[in-house]
């Protein structure tokens, strides 16, 4: 719902964001899960609840070897600083005349450095 927000989504404007998750960024990670289900297939999934999806290894494995994406899957909670996470916007150029107003939600897992930027020009103007 419009105006809504979690801890990995916001809807403080019409924008839209929210993390997501690389999954091929799990395979070397130490949080994944594995079992070996009934039609045969291995699947993964994190056991830190970051992505709720469990998908097949195979899958994940075939698109590293020949150097495709997977895609994306949207965080279920904020991601950990070892997940290959970022910040997705749906609709950004809705983004309204005062900017971002929850600049927060956009740092780091984890922390890490955070610049807020300032729009035009850096020189000030004359006899400042
Ligand atoms: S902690 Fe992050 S990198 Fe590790 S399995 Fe979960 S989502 Fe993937
Ligand atoms: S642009 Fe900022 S305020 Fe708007 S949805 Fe994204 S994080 Fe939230």
Request: proline share 8%; net charge negative; aromatic share 8%.
């Amino acid at each position: 719902m419009w105006g809504m927000s979690s801890e990995s989504s916001c809807r403080r404007c019409r924008v839209y964001c929210d993390w997501v998750v690389d999954p091929l960024g799990c395979l070397d990670c130490s949080r994944l899960y594995a079992y070996d289900a009934k039609d045969g297939g291995r699947y993964v999934g994190c056991v830190e609840g970051v992505h709720l999806a469990e998908l097949e290894l195979g899958v994940l494995e075939s698109c590293v070897e020949e150097g495709r994406t997977f895609g994306s899957i949207r965080a279920a909670r904020v991601p950990l600083p070892i997940c290959a996470a970022r910040v997705d916007s749906a609709y950004p150029q809705r983004l309204p005349e005062i900017g971002c107003v929850n600049p927060e939600f956009h740092e780091p897992p984890g922390g890490g450095t955070f610049t807020i930027g300032v729009r035009g020009s850096a020189t000030p103007p004359d006899g400042a």
